[in-house]
């Protein structure tokens, strides 16, 4: 019996094969918050929240398409690259600026490639261009062009199936990150409204003591600002009021399991990863309405992956495979001076 099965008393005949990854994926949200294991039945409800995410993130990663080559030779021949980077040396620029790629030859000397995950913003930028209308060419035509910039690489692997897999232990880890900021977020307001309560207090006892001191002993008014006192009489009563509202502390931490396990069951909404088609000329130039070189283009499916945040961006994704002898140098911030100038 798996993993749930024992958790839940359920007999294998009753239950859908255990994905084997759902063990290490347990032990691994509970290595960033190891206090949850007090609460009840700890494993059995992260497992039951988990499976869903975990199907659902591995059917968004299968969706990715194949790794494509990273040199100037793919520029002329994969529409992809050639879409992805403006010019040849543009491939050599970004993969000379990955430190991941660098460490990981460094780290692994018998490696003759890498696969990577490289993220990029597309932007779609509308222009006048030249374009054949009926008879005539004309150069005021509304064209839409493809950009990609902020070419970034920083996960690397040794084969795409384990770099795959890699990148859904990666957004599991994101669902984990969304549920325990939720978690602090909480804890914060515990104890801040624990901290309201005790200076709350003290106030409250001095001054209901106004007179015991100097006061009395110079003649002033013993009896306080009794409307000072109805107020912080009225902000401690709100405060212990609010404190009741999070539970006691013996309930803090299942309900914060809770919490997780409600990141997890939202990842449908939280993570997500769309296909864009659109088919563009080797310009770039998006053809439609008669606009671009239809003869020369091809039809991309472009994976757009949102990633949380405040506020969320949208990144285009692609596994490139980049061999050893295609690595440039590491850049040198002296050697692009001018252009940062």
């Given at each position: ?15 859908a094969p255990?994905?084997?990854?759902l ?5 691994r ?8 294991r007090?609460?009840p ?12 995410a ?7 990663v ?18 992809y ?10 491939i050599?620029?970004v993969l000379?600026?990955?430190g991941?790629?660098h ?5 692994h000397?018998?490696?003759s ?5 490289m993220g990029?913003t597309?932007?779609e930028?509308?222009?006048?261009g030249?374009a ?7 150069s005021?035509?509304?064209q839409?062009?493809l950009?990609?910039s902020d070419?970034?690489i ?6 795409e199936?384990?770099l ?8 599991m880890?994101?669902?984990?990150i ?10 914060s ?13 003290t106030?409250l ?14 003649g002033?008014?013993?009896k306080g600002d ?6 912080v009489?009225a902000?401690a ?23 997780l396990?409600?990141?997890y069951?939202?990842a449908g909404?939280?993570?997500?990863v ?5 088919r563009v ?7 439609q ?6 003869a020369?283009?091809?039809v991309?499916?472009?994976r ?6 405040d506020?969320?961006?949208?990144r285009?994704?692609a596994?490139?495979?980049?061999a050893r002898?295609d690595?440039?140098?590491a850049?040198?911030?002296?050697d692009?001076?001018d252009?940062?100038?």
């Amino acid at each position: 019996m798996g993993l749930i099965g024992r958790l839940f008393g359920a007999k294998d005949a009753d239950r859908a094969p255990e994905d084997p990854r759902l063990r290490h994926v347990v032990a691994r949200v509970l290595e960033m918050h190891s206090r949850l294991r007090l609460a009840p039945r700890c494993e059995a409800r992260l497992a039951a929240a988990m499976a869903p995410a975990l199907s659902h993130i591995g059917e968004l990663v299968a969706g990715a398409p194949r790794a494509h080559q990273a040199n100037t030779a793919a520029w002329s021949a994969d529409p992809y690259v050639r879409a992805y980077f403006a010019a040849p040396d543009d491939i050599n620029q970004v993969l000379a600026r990955s430190g991941a790629l660098h460490d990981y030859f460094d780290e692994h000397p018998g490696a003759s490639s890498a696969y990577a995950v490289m993220g990029m913003t597309m932007t779609e930028r509308n222009t006048l261009g030249v374009a054949r209308v009926g008879e005539q060419t004309r150069s005021d035509v509304p064209q839409t062009t493809l950009g990609f910039s902020d070419h970034h690489i920083r996960l690397c692997g040794g084969d795409e199936e384990g770099l795959r897999e890699e990148v859904t232990q990666r957004m599991m880890d994101q669902l984990a990150i969304e549920g325990l900021a939720k978690v602090a977020a909480d804890t914060s307001m515990r104890e801040d409204l624990e901290q309201e309560r005790a200076l709350l207090a003290t106030r409250l006892r001095l001054l209901e003591r106004q007179g015991a001191g100097l006061r009395g002993m110079v003649g002033t008014d013993a009896k306080g600002d009794p409307g000072e006192l109805a107020r912080v009489r009225a902000e401690a009563q709100e405060n212990e009021e609010r404190l009741k509202s999070l539970g006691p502390r013996s309930e803090v931490l299942s309900r914060q399991l809770d919490t997780l396990c409600d990141a997890y069951a939202s990842a449908g909404e939280l993570l997500t990863v769309s296909t864009l088609q659109r088919r563009v000329d080797r310009m770039n130039v998006v053809v439609q309405h008669g606009v671009g070189d239809e003869a020369q283009s091809q039809v991309l499916q472009l994976r757009v992956a949102r990633v949380p945040g405040d506020p969320p961006q949208h990144r285009v994704l692609a596994i490139l495979q980049v061999a050893r002898t295609d690595m440039p140098r590491a850049a040198n911030l002296l050697d692009n001076a001018d252009r940062l100038l």
